[in-house]
């Protein structure tokens, strides 16, 4: 027992140990977030804060984990990504340069240490569809996709972080019951790297939380997004039931869904996909009049309300589960287009608050 509480306990008080060194390093190395009309704070803050949650995390595993082949590779394409994000937060990065540098630390947790996504299940029937010379590319797809979810998200104090350890907390319950009630090889694996993770967000989130001392930046929302796409593929698709597949789409549903919205959104629009706009989920719902923790904490909420759908898809039949993915669909949508994240124009009255302006 002591072995499996060891590691998220030091990676909670590394996480929070680390951060004030941390940040005085993004001081140091001008790894600092200016203000401009798209941000939601007038100050310059320094970012790069993820650093603390890899070291807490990286640690913790090191030191109380078995380091498996899958384990490593994990560890290798964190150390990869995390050097990408360093670099962007302290002298920026093209968009380019970036997702070449996610490709290529998603192929060095593929290659060398195997972690790929081999087959999927069919939703409608059960049956396995290997895939064949489609299995890298797809895996590379599935990790950059998530790791650029996370890193969109992440524009309110608190937010990424929250999210992703909420996602992390759903991967642990879905990877327990697999393992419990199916037998399913590796899911002790998955919780404990899970609740590792979730302990060293936790750390760090009391430097981070509304009104932070430090951003994540790009180390470490690059960093949360990488590990929990990864985390999904050693183990979430490895179950044989048929809506394996599409639990990890409910359990990142936020970052993803904002992230797809956009596209649809700037797509309709005739914006250019990757230039960033202010009408992401949290714009939009701190222009309906909520504060700034309160945004976060909506938020967080609609992912834990995911996170409890992804649990329970894990365990009703399958009719039952294709039911409650189509409710989910028509709900989310409804939402979407109410709070305005696919582009529908607001009715007048609503306004940006002071908060939103003052952060």
Sequence with gaps: MEKYIMAPVLAMVLGYAI????????????????????????????????????????????????????VWG?????????????????????PRVKLAGQVIAALATIIPFDVQIYYITNPLTGDMLF???????????????????????????????????????????????????????????????????????AGFLKHNFHPAKIFLGDTGSLFLGFTLSVMAIMSLTKSATAVSVIIPLVILGVPLLDTFFAVIRRYHKHRPIFKPDREHLHHQLMAMGLSHRQTVLAIYALSGFLGLNAVVLNLISNDQALVLLVVLAVVVIYLADRVGVLGRTRKAGYSITDDYQQR
Excluded: C
């Design 131 to 201: 895939l064949g010379a489609f299995s890298i590319p797809l895996t590379v797809f599935w990790i950059v996709a998530v790791t650029n979810a996370v890193n969109l998200i992440d524009g309110l104090d608190g937010l990424a972080g929250g999210v992703s350890s909420i996602a992390a907390l759903t991967m642990a319950a879905v990877a327990w019951t697999q393992w419990h009630l199916y037998g399913i090889p590796g899911m002790l694996e998955t919780i404990m790297l899970a609740l590792t993770l979730v302990a060293a967000v």
């Design 19 to 70: 951060t004030p060194w941390v940040r005085v390093l993004a001081f140091k190395v001008g790894a600092l977030d200016k203000p401009d009309p798209r941000k939601v704070h007038n100050g310059v803050m320094p970012r790069m804060g993820g650093l603390a949650v890899y070291l807490a995390f990286i640690v913790a595993v090191l030191l109380f984990r078995d380091l498996t082949p899958q």
């Design 74 to 94: 994990l560890l290798t394409g964190a150390t990869v990504i995390l050097l990408v994000g360093a670099l962007d937060d302290i002298r920026g990065l093209s």
